[in-house]
């Protein structure tokens, strides 16, 4: 394992297994305007995953019979159900807990969602249309990307924001040539790093301005759309760190748009890919998000880190602990919990790593979140297989 320091981060290139990815730890929150952003790209020619399936509203928490069990005598608040297993009150179908309170969930929630919308998401969303193809112009130039690649790494990024219930990304065009400059510097270097210095191997200003503002990985080849997958994942190989850099800027609120560079140059190793995630543009009501999401969550999305994200202007989450219940037999499953700090944008989060177990397709995993400033979050994960 060759460890690559790249702007007081730590990233990670794996050499000799020609399946590992590697990534940076994520792009540093953006003070300034660099100019590298502008905000008034064109649309993207994807719209993202299929909308979900809306109702006409939530239900009323109520139930069409007495309580029974361990619910005996117990009486829930507005939004909120008995646990016939514990007899602990937890917010109704249709509600969510923010802050140790049930309330209604928008339309498009991801815990309204079935399993079949969910799993049909993954199949469309979670595909490569053009296969990746790069002709290098010489050891610096910035050669040729298939055409379609771009739309097939903004499908990627905009399937795990809409599981997470965020809206979809569009490319920010007017980006293009830096980020590919970027992209030329990681794979001509064979390392990462967000403030590449003159003396790099094809550097320019350009590039150099882009990899400060963006997530950046090195391939054994493959395509850039895997990695999203990866930035997402934001862990190689165990032990993970908890950082999360990564996947805290792909589900940031405010992302509306990303930079997209991707290049293998003349005898180079890795496939370098940029993906800018200072563009802005991005909106959301939500006063939290989750990685695996609430509701039916596709099985490839649970192994390694769980996370919690406060919303941008949400409740901090400073002392948050987590923990996880199996819903079938009430087992308390081993986390090893911490919550990360925030130096900017995008807000801190809490983390966990499942401790000697994986999420088994099937079963359903009851998050509590803890310890929060406003209150505690407790929210379900329903794992679902769609393969």
């Not at 829930?76 to 309330?103: I, K, L, N, Q, T």
Request: hydrophobic content about 35%; proline content about 9%.
């Amino acid at each position: 394992m060759l460890a690559v320091l790249a702007g007081g981060c730590t990233g990670e290139l794996f050499v000799g297994d020609a399946g590992a990815t590697g990534g940076d730890a994520g792009a540093p929150p953006p003070t300034v305007d660099a100019g590298v952003r502008p905000l008034d790209a064109a649309p993207g020619t994807d719209a993202g995953p299929p909308a979900p399936v809306t109702d006409a509203g939530p239900p009323t928490g109520s139930d069409a019979g007495p309580p029974t069990g361990a619910c005996v005598g117990v009486t829930c608040g507005a939004g909120e159900r008995c646990e016939p297993r514990s007899g602990a009150c937890v917010c109704a179908d249709g509600f969510m807990d923010v802050g140790g309170r049930c309330a209604p969930v928008a339309p498009g929630d991801p815990s309204t969602r079935t399993a079949d919308e969910v799993c049909t998401a993954w199949r469309d969303g979670h595909v490569i249309d053009a296969p990746m193809a790069y002709t290098p112009d010489g050891m610096c130039g910035l050669g040729t990307v298939t055409p379609g690649v771009h739309e097939d790494v903004v499908r990627r990024a905009s399937l795990f924001r809409w599981l997470a219930g965020l809206g979809p990304v569009t490319e920010n065009v007017a980006d293009r040539t830096a980020m590919q400059e970027c992209a030329v510097m990681m794979s001509a270097a064979g390392a990462l790093d967000h403030m590449p210095e003159p003396d790099w191997p094809c550097y320019t200003a350009d590039g150099a301005r882009a990899a400060r503002f963006s997530n950046l990985s090195l391939r054994f080849g493959g395509h850039p759309a895997e990695a999203i997958d990866q930035l997402m994942r934001d862990c190689s190989r165990p032990p993970c760190s908890t950082g999360i850099g990564h996947r805290k800027w792909q589900l940031y609120y405010g992302l509306g748009s990303i930079g997209i560079g991707a290049a293998q140059v003349e005898g180079a190793s890795f496939l370098g890919t940029c993906i800018g995630i200072a563009n802005g543009g991005g909106t959301s009501f939500r006063p939290w998000v989750a990685y695996p999401n609430p509701g039916p969550a596709p099985l490839e999305t649970t192994d390694r880190l769980w996370s919690f994200h406060p919303g941008e202007s949400g409740f901090s989450v400073s002392g948050g602990e987590a923990s996880v219940v199996r819903v079938s037999d009430g087992a308390s499953m081993p986390v090893t919990s911490t919550a990360t700090g925030s130096f900017g944008l995008p807000p801190g989060a809490v983390v966990w790593s499942l401790d000697g177990w994986t999420a088994e397709a099937g079963e359903t995993y009851r998050v509590t979140i803890a310890g929060l400033r406003d209150g505690d979050v407790t929210y379900d994960v329903e794992v679902v297989d769609c393969r």
